[in-house]
């Protein structure tokens, strides 16, 4: 049981006991990885931490091959304002810290504590001494303007960050150019191998929002001719997370195993022109945990299961009739399923439980 895209074992801080003999030689660096070697792996499908889909899609897509069932909650995809935003600043980099950084994440918290009291928040940098530069900056100016730092913010970096989760995650990259103007490329333990696994724990923390403190945009990092896939994929993630900022996050659709067209129920129920008079419409491909999306102008109202793809995926016969259904509604969704068996003998019958249901979309919006 567990997760190879999380931290693996570090040996920078594994304690050894000293012996005349000399080591043996390892076969695997974990108990995991070496399970993984002689046993079945099956995969854990479901991640519902995050509220919003783009807090989890880049690592669905880069680390877990999109197979990841994603399930936000309908309220937090209501609120008009993306999940991830880039704060660009003009930082420098000195003795492996970013002042201006600092500043500017303290801000911020004091901000998110203003106006959000109810919100847990946590901070993460890239390296040990802009943590603790973070946290001197932090207490000390809050002593001075009198405010009280609640028990559940935490400060930490990459390294130690793992089974950590808090409501908003401020990030302070840290990486940014000296007085000379130069951009070190220094990378530290995200450049080892296994580093990126670094970065996966860090950027899922999140349930409802990502905040990013940056001084430099991701095409300043030039990763070219570094072997590890750290350094690259932190590049990606900061050009997903100015995609996102900017409003132009487009969900990954679910992989599925395709067969033609007409042989999904989902494909005759989206071809009926019957929801113009409530104005919604029946769309493939908008959520990856829906096999239609009731689309009322261009936001998601509704859900309609069916037993095509995502139903054949399904581990056990109580993932789709018992725990989908409750999730469903526990993250504030309505949704109705419809069987391709009922579909074929009476579709009178179902057009009529799937007007019921757009109805009551439409009253409940």
């Known amino acids: 049981?567990?997760?190879?895209?999380?931290?693996?074992?570090?040996?920078?801080?594994?304690?050894?006991?000293?012996?005349?003999?000399?080591?043996?030689?390892?076969?695997?660096?974990?108990?995991?990885?070496?399970?993984?070697?002689?046993?079945?792996?099956?995969?854990?499908?479901?991640?519902?931490?995050?509220?919003?889909?783009?807090?989890?899609?880049?690592?669905?897509h880069h680390f877990y091959s999109g197979k990841l069932r994603l399930l936000p909650d309908k309220k937090a995809m209501e609120q008009n304002r993306p999940a991830i935003h880039y704060h660009k600043i003009d930082g420098r980099w000195e003795n492996q810290c970013n002042y201006p950084e600092a500043e500017q994440v303290t801000e911020l918290v004091f901000q998110f504590l203003a106006d959000s009291p109810d919100k847990e928040i946590g901070i993460v940098s890239f390296n040990m001494p802009q943590q603790v530069l973070i946290q001197d900056v932090l207490e000390r100016m809050a002593l001075e303007r009198g405010i009280s730092l609640?028990?559940?913010?935490?400060?930490?970096?990459?390294?130690?960050v793992q089974g950590d989760e808090r409501d908003i995650i401020l990030f302070s990259i840290g990486y940014a150019r000296d007085d000379k103007g130069k951009l070190n490329m220094q990378f530290g333990s995200l450049n080892v191998a296994g580093g990126e696994n670094r970065l996966n724990v860090a950027i899922t923390r999140a349930r409802e929002s990502i905040v990013i403190v940056a001084s430099i945009w991701p095409e300043d990092l030039h990763t070219e001719g570094i072997k590890n896939e750290g350094p690259k994929l932190l590049?990606?993630?900061?050009?997903?997370?100015?995609?996102?900022?900017?409003?132009?996050?487009?969900?990954?659709?679910?992989?599925?195993?395709?067969?033609?067209?007409?042989?999904?129920?989902?494909?005759?129920?989206?071809?009926?022109?019957?929801?113009?008079?409530?104005?919604?419409?029946?769309?493939?491909?908008?959520?990856?945990?829906?096999?239609?999306?009731?689309?009322?102008?261009?936001a998601p109202a509704g859900v309609i299961l069916t037993d095509d793809g995502l139903f054949q995926q399904a581990l056990t016969a109580k993932d789709p009739h018992v725990y989908m259904p409750a999730l469903l509604k526990q993250k504030n969704w309505t949704s109705l399923r419809i069987y391709s068996r009922n579909w074929w003998n009476d579709q009178e019958s179902v057009d009529h439980e799937l007007a019921k249901y757009l109805y009551h979309v439409n009253e409940k919006k």
């Open 235 to 298: 590049r990606e993630y900061l050009a997903y997370a100015r995609d996102v900022s900017n409003g132009k996050f487009v969900p990954s659709p679910p992989i599925t195993v395709r067969q033609n067209s007409d042989w999904y129920l989902n494909t005759h129920l989206a071809r009926q022109d019957r929801n113009t008079q409530y104005n919604l419409h029946l769309v493939t491909g908008i959520l990856p945990f829906a096999d239609l999306t009731v689309m009322q102008s261009t």
């Open 1 to 60: 049981a567990g997760d190879d895209k999380q931290l693996r074992p570090f040996e920078l801080y594994q304690a050894r006991w000293e012996e005349d003999s000399e080591e043996p030689e390892l076969e695997s660096d974990s108990l995991l990885e070496l399970c993984g070697k002689y046993l079945q792996n099956v995969n854990l499908q479901g991640h519902y931490r995050s509220k919003r889909l783009e807090l989890i899609d880049f690592s669905n």
């Open 150 to 160: 609640p028990s559940s913010l935490f400060v930490k970096n990459i390294e130690n």
